[in-house]
Every structure is written in C-alpha cells, then in structure tokens.
C-alpha cells in the first residue's frame, strides 16, 4: 500500500514537472503547485496508515502473547495445585500442613508422621498402580510398631488385595518385630523376625500358609500360592 502510494505520488509530480509532456495551460488540475501539494497529502496520509496498521499490529501481537503467558500461568496453577491434591490422597493432611506452614516441622509428633508418610510414599511408588493396597497394609502395620521393609518391584492387583488382606490380620509388633517382604519362585513371601510369630499368631493368620517357623523368625505367604 505504501509503495503504490509513493508511485502515484512520483507519477503525479513527474507529470507536474513536465516530464511526460507539456502540461495544458488552460487547466488548474496540471499545475504543478496543486499536483505536488496533493501528492504530499497522499504520501503523508499513506505513511500514517501505515504507521497505524503496523501499531495495531504490534498491539495485537502483545495481546496475544499476554494471553499466551496467562493461559501458560493457570496451566501451572492447576497442575501444582494437581500434584498437591494427589500427594494429600497418599500423604495425609501432613503434607498440606507442612505446605502452607500450619504445623511445626519441629515438632517431635509432625516428625514421626513424617517418617511414616516417607515410607508410605516410596512404597506407594514401588508397587505404582497396582499394589497400593499392599502399601496401605504396611503403611498401618509400621504405625502399630512394625518395622518393614519391602524388597519387591511391582505387584499385581490380585496378589497384592490378598497380601494386604492377610497382612492385616497381623497384631501390633512387639518391640523390635520387624517384617520383610520378598518374592521367591514368584510367590510373596513374608518374614517375621526378633522374635518370629508364636503359634497362637500363626494360627491367628486365616488364609496363610505358613513354610518356616522358628523362636527367632517366621516365614509365610498365601495359601493359596505355592512358593
């Protein structure tokens, strides 16, 4: 728009100038005055909407690129706000309450829970997605003294809704009882130790199927299974 501007502009002061011919004397349209002012007042005015488009243009494009930044900004809110609601859902109210500094990190009991929700969340990690229920087990059986740890990988839904539910069945630890679990020959296996499961517990235990029992350590798994 603004290079046709300027060659109307020069055709017309060159036709003024004479250039193209002699110009007719009994016409005020081919005076070069009036020629060369009209030509100013178009360049002039050709220039100013250029300069407005490429204004309105550059407006645009902040526009835009502010409500790219905003879209961007409630796309992080909502996928922090996503993770703080997932880790709630495993963690607890500790988490939230450690986030927005409504408990003492000081405090001896906000501690203890802490290590609790840290071992929830790394098993919870460890049997991701099928075997949260078998986290939930060890995750009760530590806070009634038990001491466990777990030396698997990925379970499936089905072994471990029928670990857990056996798992459940254990009473609370006496002090330092400590549980492991282990796969051997595919099976779940679980081992009490210091001291191991008396008789009365073991025959407390529905649905397990007991494969070593010792004063110092038991070892068990689902009847069901055959290790």
């Given amino acids: 728009m603004l290079f046709r501007s300027l060659a109307n502009v020069a055709v017309s002061v ?9 110009v007719p004397a009994d016409t005020d349209i081919g005076s070069s005055g009036a020629i060369i002012i009209t030509g100013v007042v178009t360049l002039v005015l050709a220039i100013g909407a250029s300069n407005i488009g490429k204004h309105a243009h550059r407006v645009q494009e902040e526009h835009t690129e502010e409500q790219l930044a905003e879209q961007l900004r409630r796309e992080r809110v909502a996928e922090q706000e996503a993770w703080i609601a997932a880790l709630d859902r495993i963690c607890g ?29 790394r098993d919870a990690l460890r049997l991701w997605p099928e075997g949260i229920h078998l986290a939930t087990a060890l995750d009760r059986l530590r806070r009634t003294g038990w001491g466990c740890l777990l030396d698997v990988e990925q379970v499936e839904a089905f072994e471990a809704t029928r670990f857990a539910s056996l798992l459940n069945q254990l009473d609370p630890a006496v002090p330092g009882q400590h549980l492991t679990i282990t796969r051997r020959q595919g099976t779940l296996v679980a081992t009490v130790a210091e001291p191991g499961l ?9 649905g397990a199927r007991i494969l070593i029992t010792d004063p110092d350590f038991t070892q068990f798994s689902c009847e069901e299974d055959q290790p």
């Fill in 14 to 22: 060159a036709g003024a100038l004479g250039l193209f011919g002699p």
């Fill in 198 to 206: 008396t008789e009365m517990r073991q025959a407390g235990l529905a």
């Fill in 93 to 121: 109210p500790l988490f939230t309450g450690l986030y927005t500094g409504a408990v003492d990190p000081a405090d001896p009991a906000v501690r203890v829970e802490a290590r609790h929700v840290e071992s929830r969340l």
